[in-house]
């Protein structure tokens, strides 16, 4: 998936992103977000690349911020917990996709906006 791509899924998700998955997903915050004051849900900080639902599976491919991310065994577990509450999935398998590069620029608009509120840039 291509950096366009990414960013559109952090507003509107892509064709081929099962809502459901989706909304479990905006329901879990990126843990080092929530250290800045700002939580900002993995949807919206731009880190899912594939949410999909395969019969009664539910695949979650994901990029890191950082290839050394401290985070990602609560981030997993959050995906299982939250993903696996949804009605007719049994399995979750949650992948890291570590050649896929993150940049900042994927976060969703809004909650920029609000980090940027929250932790203005240092004045020059």
Same mark, same amino acid.
């Given at each position: ?16 992103? /099962?809502?459901?998955?989706?909304? &479990? ?27 999909? @639902? ?32 949804? /009605?007719?999935? /049994? ?5 890291? /996709? ?9 976060? &969703?608009?809004?909650? @920029? ?12």
């Amino acid at each position: 998936m291509s950096t366009l791509e990414t960013t559109a899924v952090a507003s509107n998700p892509a064709p081929g992103f /099962d809502e459901a998955i989706v909304d &479990a997903l905006r329901r879990i915050a990126d843990p080092c977000s929530i250290a800045t004051g700002v939580p900002i849900n993995l949807i919206d900080m731009g880190l899912v690349l594939e949410a999909r @639902r395969e019969e009664r599976r539910a695949v979650v491919r994901l990029q890191l911020t950082s290839p050394i991310c401290m985070q990602i065994g609560i981030i997993q577990a959050k995906i299982l917990e939250e993903v696996s509450t949804i /009605d007719g999935i /049994d399995d979750v398998d949650v992948d890291i /996709d570590h050649a896929a590069e993150w940049l900042p620029s994927m976060v &969703a608009g809004h909650a @920029r906006i609000a980090l940027r509120e929250r932790r203005p840039f240092p004045a020059q």
